[in-house]
């Protein structure tokens, strides 16, 4: 066999300097860690959303278009006729797409702490990334410095994450407002989290023309899908469809999340029940000594724990067969700081009651 030897300089600086994403082992574990809905569904609707995948074609590609799941998306989530919807496997995808269209030289800002992807995927592809950090007393937006740095670097894409991850909380929007009209590019508003917020840009949409709101399925309960999707004007989601990859949303996924948007209701009811026991799960951590829960209009909880001790309270959860997210290494603004979604009632007791043993350890 012909070996090659590969050089370094076969690949972007910028790529041989990334870290794979990297996602922690949680067989056999209360997977408390990545924001899913911990509900699967009942078993009569289990066995009708089967019924409708025994008739998929699935010897043919999918709907290039996913034309059925789009017109369900719409009518579900009452989507304006004037505005397109961009599909993409999983938000992540649409971030991607956003930036690939970009040109080289473009910038792009997100306030910091954010989501990851933001960042690693404009390093991937050699964009400039501003990071405008959060208000320490309350991770609000420090809208001085976000107009300061939009005036000096004039950043192409601006993404704002509504609420934010990792700190849960929900932006001002006056301040939201300032930078869509700062803005000179696109700004991005994220609503990942918005089924728990109850808070929406999707009606100003028709006010800002550099306005697009991303959304996802993955954290309603359909993570498994990948299935994001990004509303506005049509002039920008057609010249971002050109590069997106034909059938990015496989046939299962079309049928799935159609099928399951047609029953948004037990939806709505599980993301209910995860909203009530926030409420249980936020009051339980403040009750811990030296532990404080920062509130929270996402399904996740940002804790910060004493001073050098979220490394060892993170290891012993882990050990007690509790995984979440130790966020503490990122330093900055989350020093001392753990992620914990929420779960099921029996997971969030699991949890608290392995988190009370931890302090003590
Ligand atoms: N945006 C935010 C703010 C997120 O937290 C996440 C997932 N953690 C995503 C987007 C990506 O979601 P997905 O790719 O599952 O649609």
């Known amino acids: 066999m012909k070996s090659v030897v590969l050089s370094s300089s076969l690949f972007r600086p910028e790529i041989l300097a990334l870290s794979a994403y990297k996602v922690a082992d949680a067989s056999g574990m209360v997977k408390l860690d990545a924001m899913e809905n911990p509900y699967h569904w009942p078993e009569d609707i289990k066995a009708a959303w089967l019924a409708e995948l025994q008739d998929c074609p699935i010897n043919r590609y999918p709907d290039p278009e996913a034309r059925q799941l789009a017109a369900t998306l719409r009518e579900v989530e009452q989507i304006p006729a004037d505005f397109d919807i961009l599909l993409g496997n999983g938000s992540d995808e649409i971030i991607q797409m956003l930036l690939m269209a970009l040109p080289p030289t473009a910038s792009v800002l997100a306030p910091a702490p954010g989501f990851v992807m933001y960042k690693q995927l404009s390093d991937s592809l050699s964009l400039r990334y501003h990071a405008v950090p959060l208000v320490a007393d309350g991770f609000g937006l420090d809208l001085p410095a976000l107009l300061a740095t939009i005036a000096a670097h004039q950043p192409s894409v601006i993404f704002l994450a509504y609420p934010n991850n990792p700190t849960a909380n929900l932006f001002d929007p006056a301040a939201m407002i300032a930078i869509i009209e700062a803005a000179h590019g696109l700004v991005v508003i994220d609503e990942a989290y918005a089924p728990f917020a109850h808070a929406t840009f999707m009606d100003k949409l028709a006010a800002y ?127 001392d700081c753990l992620r914990v979604t929420v779960g099921t009632p029996e997971e969030n007791a699991a949890f608290l009651q392995a988190l009370g043993q931890s302090l003590k350890d």
């Open 209 to 335: 023309d550099n306005l697009l709101v991303m959304r996802t399925v993955s954290k309603l309960g359909l993570a498994g899908l990948r299935l994001g999707y990004l509303v506005g004007q049509p002039k920008w989601l057609g010249e971002l469809n050109k590069i997106r990859l034909p059938y990015n949303i496989n046939s299962l996924t079309q049928i799935t999340a159609d099928f399951a948007l047609r029953h948004k209701p037990l939806f709505d009811g599980q993301t209910q029940r995860i909203c009530e026991q926030r409420a249980v799960v936020m009051e339980h951590i403040n009750a811990l000594p030296g532990l404080l829960a920062y509130p929270s209009a996402a399904n996740f909880i940002l804790f910060k724990t004493p001073s050098g001790q979220a490394d060892a309270i993170f290891a012993a959860l882990k050990a007690q067969g509790v995984l979440i997210k130790n966020l503490s290494p990122q330093g900055g603004l989350l020093a």
